[in-house]
């Protein structure tokens, strides 16, 4: 079910306007069934003011009054014949101007942290423009030396959901032109919940080790060890002791 405009400050209304049970505006306006009851207690938005669904073409009379005859009944949104066929709008998402100045944060820590995204797909998600991407990109934006990245999540410029599915988006590209994918790319390329349930991987050795080994002609661990232990294959030398006949003769 579409979620109405203003949802919790509808729930206001309804809850101050109506006799409909907490179930019934919890599900309509998709809150959870304490929150409703701490409306009308007066515990939860206390200083929100109540938006009329009725004047505002979300409900009818009719189907608040049905609603209220059945408590089992589930509100609908009312039908908006004026939205059927609506496009969605392209472009850059629109961001407000309190948070407009955490977006070189935000699109630092996507280059930073996932660099297979493209700069369309960071775009859309923190709502920017593709030189503001590039010049974070290259380091040339005026204002590096003071830019830390901020996960956007955090920030509120996008949702969790949407990241992960641009990073899955550029992971099923990446496989589609068929470039080979290192570990770190790969946990980069999944979603935050699988990167998490992933084990880490073992490694294999590499070819070159040891090589520099048999270019000296033996292994130095070998001498190593030599060297601590010493040469054990003439007694008297390690003990150092004298022969009787160099012994001087005591007075």
């Known amino acids: 079910m579409a979620k109405p405009i203003m949802a919790k400050a509808t729930a206001v209304w309804l ?27 007066g515990d939860v938005a206390a200083g929100v003011k109540g938006f009329d669904p009725i004047a505002n073409n979300q409900l009818t009379a009719e189907e608040i009054e049905k609603a209220e005859k ?23 998402r629109y961001t407000p101007l309190s948070k407009r100045q955490d977006r070189p944060a935000s699109i630092l820590w ?23 991407i590039q010049a974070l990109r290259e380091r040339t934006h005026w204002n590096i030396a003071n830019i830390q990245p901020i996960d956007p999540v955090a920030l509120g410029l996008c949702k969790q959901s949407e990241l992960d599915l641009a ?18 790319e790969r946990r980069k390329l999944v979603s935050t919940e699988q990167s998490l349930d992933m084990e880490p991987e073992a490694r294999m050795p590499s070819a070159i080790e040891g090589l520099e080994t048999f270019s000296l002609g033996g292994d ?19 003990f150092n002791l004298p022969e009787s006949g160099d012994e001087e003769e005591q007075p």
Do not use: W
């Not at 939205?83 to 472009?91: F, H, L, M």
């Not at 996507?110 to 503001?132: C, N, R």
């Open 220 to 238: 130095p661990r070998d001498e190593e060890k030599e060297e601590a232990e010493g040469d054990f294959s003439d007694a008297d030398s390690f």
């Open 110 to 132: 996507l280059v930073k942290f996932h660099p297979e995204l493209s700069d369309g797909q960071i775009s859309k998600l923190v709502g920017t423009t593709k030189p503001t």
């Open 70 to 92: 059945s408590p089992l009944y589930k509100l609908k949104l009312k039908f908006n014949a004026a939205a059927v066929g609506e496009e969605k709008r392209r472009g850059p």
């Open 167 to 184: 990073v899955q988006k550029a992971a099923a590209k990446k496989a589609a032109d068929g470039s080979v994918m290192s570990d770190d």
């Open 15 to 41: 809850v101050d306007n109506t006799t409909l049970t907490f179930k019934q505006v919890a599900d309509f306006c998709e809150l959870h069934e304490l929150e409703v009851q701490g409306i009308a207690d």
